[in-house]
Nanobody, 123 residues
Protein backbone atom coordinates (compact mmCIF):
# COMPACT_ATOMS: atom_id res chain seq x y z
CA UNK A 1 0.00 0.00 0.00
CA UNK A 2 1.37 3.38 -1.04
CA UNK A 3 1.30 6.11 1.58
CA UNK A 4 1.68 9.77 0.64
CA UNK A 5 3.09 12.55 2.83
CA UNK A 6 3.01 16.20 1.76
CA UNK A 7 5.35 18.90 3.00
CA UNK A 8 6.46 22.41 2.13
CA UNK A 9 3.39 24.45 2.91
CA UNK A 10 3.48 27.67 4.88
CA UNK A 11 2.56 31.33 5.14
CA UNK A 12 3.89 33.55 2.37
CA UNK A 13 3.27 36.98 0.88
CA UNK A 14 1.51 37.51 -2.42
CA UNK A 15 4.01 37.14 -5.24
CA UNK A 16 6.20 34.69 -3.34
CA UNK A 17 6.99 31.08 -4.25
CA UNK A 18 6.66 27.75 -2.50
CA UNK A 19 7.64 24.23 -3.42
CA UNK A 20 5.44 21.43 -2.17
CA UNK A 21 6.73 17.88 -1.94
CA UNK A 22 4.86 14.60 -1.86
CA UNK A 23 6.81 11.57 -0.69
CA UNK A 24 5.53 8.07 -1.34
CA UNK A 25 6.40 5.06 0.76
CA UNK A 26 6.21 2.35 -1.86
CA UNK A 27 8.66 1.25 -4.53
CA UNK A 28 5.70 0.85 -6.92
CA UNK A 29 5.24 4.62 -6.94
CA UNK A 30 6.34 4.85 -10.57
CA UNK A 31 3.26 2.90 -11.63
CA UNK A 32 0.90 5.60 -10.35
CA UNK A 33 -0.45 8.80 -11.82
CA UNK A 34 -0.05 11.60 -9.26
CA UNK A 35 -2.16 14.69 -8.89
CA UNK A 36 -2.25 17.78 -6.71
CA UNK A 37 -5.57 19.05 -5.43
CA UNK A 38 -6.52 21.87 -3.08
CA UNK A 39 -9.39 22.74 -0.82
CA UNK A 40 -10.13 26.21 0.47
CA UNK A 41 -12.42 26.78 3.48
CA UNK A 42 -16.05 26.32 2.53
CA UNK A 43 -15.21 25.10 -0.95
CA UNK A 44 -15.02 21.73 -2.64
CA UNK A 45 -11.72 20.03 -3.32
CA UNK A 46 -10.46 21.13 -6.74
CA UNK A 47 -7.94 19.82 -9.21
CA UNK A 48 -4.62 21.68 -9.55
CA UNK A 49 -2.22 19.57 -11.61
CA UNK A 50 -1.43 16.01 -12.61
CA UNK A 51 1.54 14.16 -14.05
CA UNK A 52 1.92 10.89 -15.89
CA UNK A 53 4.07 7.99 -14.70
CA UNK A 54 7.07 8.90 -16.85
CA UNK A 55 6.57 12.70 -16.61
CA UNK A 56 5.82 12.90 -20.33
CA UNK A 57 2.39 14.41 -19.78
CA UNK A 58 1.20 17.09 -17.39
CA UNK A 59 -2.05 18.96 -17.08
CA UNK A 60 -3.01 22.05 -15.09
CA UNK A 61 -6.15 23.86 -14.13
CA UNK A 62 -6.38 27.18 -15.97
CA UNK A 63 -5.90 29.35 -12.88
CA UNK A 64 -2.37 28.01 -12.24
CA UNK A 65 -1.06 27.62 -15.79
CA UNK A 66 2.19 29.48 -16.20
CA UNK A 67 2.65 29.81 -12.44
CA UNK A 68 2.74 26.22 -11.12
CA UNK A 69 4.89 23.34 -12.31
CA UNK A 70 4.39 19.71 -11.37
CA UNK A 71 7.32 17.31 -11.57
CA UNK A 72 8.32 13.93 -10.24
CA UNK A 73 11.45 12.00 -9.40
CA UNK A 74 10.60 8.31 -9.42
CA UNK A 75 14.04 7.41 -8.09
CA UNK A 76 13.13 9.37 -4.96
CA UNK A 77 9.48 8.31 -4.92
CA UNK A 78 8.54 11.98 -4.92
CA UNK A 79 6.36 14.48 -6.73
CA UNK A 80 6.73 18.23 -6.46
CA UNK A 81 4.60 21.29 -7.07
CA UNK A 82 6.56 24.46 -7.70
CA UNK A 83 4.25 27.41 -7.10
CA UNK A 84 5.28 30.87 -8.24
CA UNK A 85 3.53 34.24 -8.19
CA UNK A 86 1.21 33.09 -5.43
CA UNK A 87 -1.91 35.09 -4.72
CA UNK A 88 -4.62 35.00 -2.09
CA UNK A 89 -6.80 32.76 -4.28
CA UNK A 90 -4.17 30.04 -3.90
CA UNK A 91 -4.77 29.81 -0.15
CA UNK A 92 -5.92 26.26 0.61
CA UNK A 93 -4.93 22.90 1.98
CA UNK A 94 -2.99 21.14 -0.77
CA UNK A 95 -3.21 17.38 -1.17
CA UNK A 96 -1.31 14.97 -3.33
CA UNK A 97 -3.08 11.89 -4.56
CA UNK A 98 -2.22 8.83 -6.62
CA UNK A 99 -4.08 6.47 -8.91
CA UNK A 100 -3.40 3.74 -11.41
CA UNK A 101 -4.50 4.05 -15.02
CA UNK A 102 -4.96 7.26 -16.97
CA UNK A 103 -4.51 10.93 -16.12
CA UNK A 104 -7.56 12.40 -14.45
CA UNK A 105 -8.71 15.73 -13.04
CA UNK A 106 -11.53 14.08 -11.07
CA UNK A 107 -10.58 13.67 -7.40
CA UNK A 108 -13.01 10.77 -7.03
CA UNK A 109 -10.86 8.64 -9.33
CA UNK A 110 -7.83 8.89 -7.02
CA UNK A 111 -7.59 6.11 -4.45
CA UNK A 112 -4.59 7.24 -2.39
CA UNK A 113 -4.37 10.56 -0.56
CA UNK A 114 -1.95 12.37 1.69
CA UNK A 115 -2.95 14.30 4.79
CA UNK A 116 -2.54 17.71 3.19
CA UNK A 117 -0.33 20.74 3.76
CA UNK A 118 -1.62 24.26 4.40
CA UNK A 119 -0.66 27.08 2.05
CA UNK A 120 -1.64 30.57 3.15
CA UNK A 121 -0.95 33.60 0.96
CA UNK A 122 -1.34 36.97 2.58
CA UNK A 123 -1.95 40.09 0.54
Amino acid sequence: QVQLVESGGGLVQAGDSLRLSCAASSFTFNTYIVGWFRQAPGKEREFVATISRNSANTYYTDSVKGRFTISRDNAKNSVYLQMNALNSQDTAVYYCAAKPGLLSINPHTYSLWGQGTQVTVSS
